[in-house]
């Protein structure tokens, strides 16, 4: 699938505009002019929610952190790469989505 794609299908429900309340912040990453920020709500010891807060200079960095929130939402606290940049295999770009990846990893202290 294409970021455009993406965009229009699932809508970003995992992006928020400011921290959410109730939620504690993962981790965050700036590089520039783009920037990634992480939060969690968890009930229990299980992940109940999962948002992102993303520049919205860069619709690539916004596309992977709404998947990954919805990633980690299904399946914990984990983020499979491969799984990730499978997802969006029509993207031409593969060197800017790895990068904007490496930036969520960062954000998630995730080894790169």
Request: charged share 40%.
């Amino acid at each position: 699938m294409k970021v455009s794609e993406y965009i229009e299908r699932m809508g970003l429900k995992n992006l928020v505009e400011q921290a959410p309340s109730g939620y504690e912040e993962l981790g965050s990453c700036q590089r520039g002019c783009h920037s990634v920020t992480f939060y969690v709500k968890m009930d229990k010891d299980k992940v109940s929610d999962v948002k992102a807060k993303v520049s919205k200079r860069c619709k690539k960095l916004m596309a992977l952190a709404d998947c990954v929130a919805w990633l980690m939402k299904e399946r914990g606290l984990r983020v499979d790469e491969e799984e990730v940049m499978n997802f969006f295999k029509e993207e031409k770009e593969v060197d800017k989505m790895k990068e904007r990846l490496n930036m969520i990893k960062e954000a998630l202290a995730l080894p790169s």
